[in-house]
């Protein structure tokens, strides 16, 4: 262990000058000096703070102790830190692989940050996890008992046990839901609890979230990340696992839910608010881990008190949702009217014990801080039973008496909002008592916590940081509580900065100790029986479908523009090679592309009159960037809606793909810098475009061949071939309406459009005759892209499309499909027949004796009649299996 | 303010009806188009004609015991008619009125307060901020004037009537259903949705309770005289003045600030709530529908015997 010794101590304690205040001892000298305590350069904690890492003699914990002596053996001639270090870095970069990231708002508006995990796990022994689980699983069981008293008789209220105005003005105080059983008897199926540990060691409730707690996700991932950088200490240091929580949650809604659906296996799904929302990549991430179908409240419906998923095959009942969409937003008829992410008549269905709910409507009047005051008298009255686990001290200042008692000592406590909506938590109490006397109820005060300080590895060194826990208590299948064994573990950055994720903070894995021994569970046990098996199909909502369809399509659009821009900078550059008809018809592709600016107000004259004005504004084009991205359909407009397009397909998409989708408009942006006056210089622009087109061509390597074939494969690959068609044809109808088909550099551009060169010339050998390239741009079925080609695969993947065959409206799923499907949209043809039945609806035989005048007029009809039925087959898609017609759904009010 | 002792019986009808730009594929309403009953006043029958006919059509209870009708709708439909035709019997709720024996309203106020332990009065939850009356504090500034210290509560609440209904303008149309109290109070003008927002929102920052009525109002009063508010559904406001004599013992004293006038055997209540947003009309969510345009219609009258 010398050789961990000489490298670890940190140069000096580092400076931290919001902290230096607070930490009057400075650096803690090595207290014994010994080899082997990889910790001894860390700075004490300030005064009066419990200190995670070492005892009051200075000699390490047991847990961090064992930890210490079970970090890896070094490689020669490595030192510890470095070795730190290169971990720290692998756990950011896969962070940034699988694009884990937290949504983050500000007063600049949405920002995707990142997650931030920490190299260094949250460590709570054995006997500490004893009190914490003892104290929360009982606090578990009185808020069940509370929600079931103030939806039932209310005794709390009749006996003065509980404010009223803590019930009836919170918004999460369900009113509809009053007298409401809930499916499976239960309110609560999993609660989150953030605890931390006070200067004397006792462990202190903070808060609870009792509606929708957040973090699941991130837990596994996080225990997934810290466990791989110290697998001996994992092992040896006995971690509890917790993939049997999650199991637990699973079954606790599957029981109930199953009753609903008839005993067979239920179909669950997890309500989200969208992509927009704070943590989308953990809801994605932990719908994916427990093979929930990922839905939002647009996705669902309810019709006869039952709730429904709208899928591509029509509708499909849901029986239990883990929502994670606040309470008042759930439904627009009967809670907050102006929610559009909830489902109208949610309530209904609630109400009539159709749809378990984890956790139940209502739930949120409990994570009122001001809550916490009372709970230690409702214990004693509901349960028969001090409360085991403290919290903080908490004063409701709508109780006059609590008010009077606290409001001349406000110095050393913060003022907390009573109500989600009321004024936000003032940071820190610099508390203005006459403010919380106007409206005394909104305000709760509450002790301030000087947090335990846990250890960081922070680059140079180890540094200490104030830690806040939050664990998750998860109910059984026997009406009582159990915890997860883990959680997650919030630390400040900065000293006395508040433990918030949203302002910067970072997380831990949190390692539960064990003595006993380890649950081996994962999540997958056992044999699954054959509806297990077909369960975990999951059904695909329209909006996925439609989602999938549209990357198919951006993705085609974008290679082709991306050909396109290729091709027509070549050309511009290239001075004495360019006909006039060839430019021509480059500039009208690239003008009904977007990929230019021309036309009203900006007035680009054509390539062949001003070719550098010309390339500048196909530069401009490419370079575009913030608000000029919604201005034309060009590059970065493709690129941003694949961004957009695959976000929400997190849970659908292999990382790598989907990480590449994510990625690919900054790389093509970065890559154009640096740029002179605005514009990005040409020798950036064609390896950057030779970029993109690789990255599009693994992306599109993904999706054929790592993809499963299912319907929402299928519906990507209809996207990609729809778009094709579209694109194809109107490459081809241009170049003929111009004549650039004529010259050789124009047969060149064509065949580059349609990626047939090399066929070509290894065909027909030195020949450029118009017959030539309709055999092979049209006709030849086994080119993929000739029209023929891309028509054979339509109709394959049409013909296996459910009820696609058959008559539009009422196929598959008889009555519910038609219902759906809206009304005799699309008239009575079945998608295929809106295709040539076979071919492109000619022969080569059909073009003897044609001559080229005669050909190339024949070939531009059939390019245009191609183009319509493309488009207007896209769009009876879309009616058919998205139902896009519709739109949001509105309230209204007479 | 005199009331007409005589008891009457009233016919209502009621016609909503939505006309949509385009189909709506799917639609839940939640309609409270159902006078209540209780001593005063006894619902004799009473018709919901829903058109197109709904999938399915529930009635409900809420939680402050009013009727409300659960429509959904699952087939397209560019119109929407909801007509409900009631007959009921009214009789005067307060009779012997002595506003000035209520009590101080600061005895009200004080009484419920929170105190650990102490007896639970259901009517605080209508001291309570809600969502169509956050708590604004000029509404507060607004009521004071009043409520001077130690006023009988029936006498105060009557005075800060009279005092909206003077300072305020009726003008039909000139808010949205969803306006905020805030934008009727600085306009000073609105229909009988503001006013009674205003009031109740005003009473409820005294830490008085007041409740939202919606309800019917006679075109013509049995006193002769025109009434503002009866075209379309009315609304008013209730004042809780426990121990004022002619009060019934629920202890709710209705207050209409539109008229300025106590509500006699002219109004018929049909819910009672929070505010609008308890007790709507007629509310829903639909898929589709585009722009759409609204029609309502009421006509009260006495009923022909």
Redo the contacts between chains.
């Keep these: 262990m010398d050789r961990h010794q000489s490298n670890l101590v940190p140069p000096g304690p580092l400076s931290d000058p919001e902290g230096s205040a607070s930490s009057p001892q400075g650096a803690a000298p090595d207290p014994e000096g010994r080899a082997g305590n990889p910790f001894s350069g860390i700075s004490a904690p300030p005064l009066a703070v419990w200190d995670e890492l070492r005892a009051a003699d200075g000699s390490l914990r047991p847990a961090w102790a064992r930890f210490a002596e079970l970090l890896p053996p070094l490689p020669p001639g490595h030192d510890l830190a470095a070795e730190l270090e290169r971990r720290r870095r692998q756990v950011e970069e896969r962070i940034l692989r699988d694009g884990v990231t937290h949504n983050v708002f500000g007063p600049e508006g949405a920002a995707t940050r990142p997650w931030s995990v920490e190299l260094l796990p949250f460590l709570i022994a054995p006997e500490d996890w004893a009190r914490i689980e003892a104290g929360l699983t009982q606090r578990a069981s009185l808020l069940q008992a509370i929600l079931a008293d103030l939806y039932g008789p ?1 005794r709390l ?5 509980l ?3 803590l019930v ?2 919170h ?1 999460g105080y369900a ?2 839901l ?2 409401v059983q809930p499916a499976g008897g239960r309110h609560l199926l999993i609660i989150a609890f953030d605890i931390a540990r006070g200067p004397e060691g006792g462990w202190w409730l903070v808060a609870q979230r009792t509606q929708a707690p957040s973090g699941l996700g991130y837990v596994l991932h996080n225990r997934l990340l810290v466990m791989g950088q110290f697998p001996e200490a994992f092992r040896e240091l006995r971690v509890q696992h917790i993939a049997s929580s999650y199991r637990r949650l699973l079954d606790a809604m599957e029981g109930p839910a199953r009753e609903l659906a008839g005993g067979q296996p239920p179909r669950l799904a997890l309500l989200t608010a969208g992509p927009y929302g704070e943590t989308w990549y953990e809801q994605a991430y932990l719908a994916r881990y427990l093979g929930l179908t990922l839905v939002e409240g647009g996705d669902l ?4 008190d039952r709730l429904w998923l709208k899928t591509v095959e029509g509708l499909e009942p849901v029986h239990g949702l883990l929502r994670r969409v606040d309470d008042d937003w759930c439904d ?3 809670l ?2 102006d929610s559009a992410l909830g489902v ?2 949610l309530v ?1 269905a609630f109400r009539a014990g159709q749809v378990v709910m984890a956790n139940a409507l209502g739930s949120a009047v409990l994570e009122s801080p001001a809550i916490l005051g009372f709970l230690p ?1 409702i214990a004693r009255r509901l349960l028969d039973q001090e409360l085991l686990l403290p919290a903080l001290p908490t004063w409701w200042c ?4 609590a008010w009077a008692a606290v409001k001349d000592q406000l110095d050393d406590k913060r003022a907390r909002g009573t109500f989600p909506q009321g004024e936000r938590t003032s940071p820190l109490l610099a508390m203005d008592a006459a403010r919380i006397a ?2 005394p109820d ?1 305000w709760t005060i509450q002790s301030r916590l000087r947090l335990s300080h846990t250890p960081l590895w922070e680059g140079r060194g180890f540094r200490l940081r104030p830690a806040l826990v939050r664990v998750y208590a998860i109910a059984d299948g026997q009406g009582g509580w159990q915890l997860l064994p883990g959680g997650m573990t919030r630390v400040a950055r900065r000293e006395e900065a508040s433990v918030s994720l949203q302002r910067g903070g970072t997380s831990l894995d949190t390692w539960v100790l064990t003595e006993g021994p380890v649950d081996p569970f994962s999540l997958l046990p056992g044999k699954l029986s054959v509806d297990e098996v077909r369960q975990r199909r999951r059904p695909l909502s329209s909006r996925t479908g439609e989602n999938l369809f549209w990357l198919g399509r951006y993705t085609e659009r974008t290679e082709q523009q991306v050909r396109l821009a290729r091709a027509t900078l070549l050309l511009i550059a290239d001075d004495g090679a360019a006909s006039g008809p060839l430019l021509e018809a480059l500039s009208t592709l690239g003008a009904r592309a977007g990929l230019v600016r021309v036309g009203v107000g900006v007035g680009v004259p054509g390539p062949g009159i001003a070719p550098r004005d010309y390339e500048r504004a196909l530069l401009r084009g490419l370079a575009a960037s913030g608000a000029e991205v919604g201005l034309i359909p060009g590059i970065p407009f493709n690129l941003q809606a694949l961004e957009r397009v695959s976000m929400a397909l997190r849970d659908r998409l292999s990382t790598e793909h989907w990480s590449l989708m994510q990625r690919m408009r900054v790389i093509f942006s970065r890559s154009l810098m640096p740029a002179e006056e605005g514009l990005p210089v040409m020798a950036k622009v064609l390896p950057a475009l030779d970029r993109l087109a690789v990255q599009l061509a693994a992306a599109t390597g993904a999706q054929s061949d790592r993809m499963t074939r299912d319907l929402g494969w299928r519906l990507l690959i209809l996207g990609r071939l729809l778009e094709r068609l579209v694109g194809l044809t109107q490459s081809l109808e241009v170049f003929l309406a111009a004549g650039a088909q004529a010259s050789t550099a124009g047969v060149s551009h064509l065949l580059e459009l349609f990626d047939s060169t090399i066929t070509f010339r290894a065909r027909y050998q030195g020949h450029e005759d118009l017959l030539a390239l309709a055999d092979l741009l049209v006709l030849d079925d086994t080119n993929p892209r000739a029209f023929a080609g891309v028509l054979r695969r339509l109709r394959t993947e049409l013909s296996k499309l459910p009820g696609a065959g058959g008559v539009t409206g009422s196929a598959a799923g008889g009555a519910t499909a038609n ?2 499907s ?2 005799g949209e699309g008239g009575a043809v079945s998608l295929v027949a809106r295709l040539p039945a076979a071919g492109v609806g000619i022969t080569l035989e059909d073009l003897r004796d044609v001559d080229d005048v005669a050909l190339a007029s024949f070939l531009g009809d059939l390019a245009r009649d191609l183009n319509q039925r493309a488009l207007s087959l896209a769009e009876a898609i879309g009616h058919r299996y998205f ?1 896009l ?10 | 303010m005199s009331h007409p002792a005589n008891e009457v019986v009233l016919e209502i009808l009621h016609e ?1 009806t ?1 006309d949509y730009e ?2 709506v ?2 639609a ?3 309609a409270y188009l159902q006078p209540l009953s209780d001593a005063h006043q006894r619902l004799l029958a009473h018709e919901l004609q829903v058109d197109p006919q709904p ?2 059509c529930r009635d409900g209870r ?2 402050f015991d009013n009727s409300c009708c ?1 429509l ?1 709708l ?3 439909h560019r119109r929407l008619s909801v007509i409900a035709r009631s007959r009921v019997w009214v009789a005067p709720r307060f009779t012997g009125l002595e506003p000035e024996a209520s009590p101080p309203w600061e005895a009200v106020r004080d009484r419920l ?8 009065d259901p009517a ?2 209508f ?3 809600s ?1 169509y009356l956050p ?1 604004w ?1 000029d509404l507060g500034d607004y009521a004071a004037p009043s409520f001077p210290p130690g006023r009988s509560l029936a006498a105060g609440a009557i005075d800060l009537m009279q005092r909206i209904h003077g300072d305020f303008r009726y003008e039909a149309r000139s808010t949205e ?2 306006t905020p109290v805030a934008e009727a109070f600085a306009q000073r003008r609105g229909v009988c949705q503001d006013l009674a927002h205003v009031m109740a929102g005003a009473l409820r920052l005294l830490g008085l309770p007041a409740r939202y009525v919606s309800g019917y109002l006679r075109t013509r009063s049995a006193a002769g005289a025109e009434l503002v508010g009866a075209d379309a559904s009315h609304a008013w406001v209730q004042v809780y003045a426990p121990g004022t004599p002619g009060v019934p013992a629920d202890g709710w004293l209705d207050l209409d600030p539109t008229n300025d006038i106590i509500p006699g055997v002219d109004h018929v209540r049909i819910a009672i709530g929070r505010d609008y ?2 007790v ?11 722009q ?1 345009r ?1 029609t ?1 219609g009421v006509t009260t009258r006495l009923a022909e015997i």
Excluded: M, N
């Design positions: 209310r209220l009749a006996e003065g046990l404010p009223p105005a009836f003005r918004p009113r509809p009053h007298g419906q309810v019709r006869d627009p008829l009967e907050r009217p109208p008549g209904q008298a709508g109780e006059p008496a106007v409206d909104a219902a759906i809206g009304a139902a017609a519709d739109g949001p759904d509105q309230v209204q009010h007479a | 909503t939505y385009l189909a594929s799917l839940h309403h939640l999938a399915r809420d939680v659960y959904t699952l087939k397209p307060r929170y105190v650990a332990g102490a007896p639970f605080v939850e001291v309570q901020p969502p708590r504090d259903v969803d947003g308890d709507a009309p007629l509310r829903g969510v639909i898929r589709g529908g585009g759409h609204l309502v």
